[in-house]
């Protein structure tokens, strides 16, 4: 089994964690990509998308990052990242699509122009629409999260998994997260797996 990734990409960070989690080992190639060999038409055979992560398994190709972390799980079910019950890997699910949708689906309009752009060059109309939405999806899950550790079965699960990559984004987006919600980031950003795959800048 190979993982094409990139040290840097949120996305990737997502499956690089799941397998320290599982304690999986499967071959990991970190991709050129300042010089665009995810681009390339080896890459671009496995992924159309030209995008991390991918991952091979034999004649399987996944390039999707939440069904690459279905999948993992599927194949290595110890130790369990999602609720045993029906109803918990439902909420499970909805939670992981949520995070793409609320929050890492914005973070495209906000992370490149605050990381390499200056002020001058941001789109602010833009910028303040992405943060607000973000802030919205914030105050909802502040509410999932009270009286809780995490946000199904009291479980860590890969929702947490989904969500971690992400949420070290808010300050540079100067959004403060609200209580609960920075309880939950901060047991999250001390997981072994978190701090193992953070990236160096």
Known sequence: MKLYHHPLSTFSRRVRMLLLEKGVEVEQISLDMPHKEHRGAAYLALNPYGRVPTLVDG?????????????LEALHPTPALVPSSAKGRAKVAMHMKLCDLELASHTR????????LPRERWNLVEQDAAIDTV??????LNRELEGKTYLVDEMYSLAEIAYTPFLAFLPLFELDPPDHVARWMRLLEERPSALATKPAK
């Open 135 to 140: 802030a919205k999806h914030l105050a909802i």
């Open 59 to 71: 004649d399987f190709v996944l390039y999707e990052s939440t069904a690459i972390l279905d999948y």
């Open 109 to 116: 309009s906000l992370f490149f122009p605050r990381r390499f």
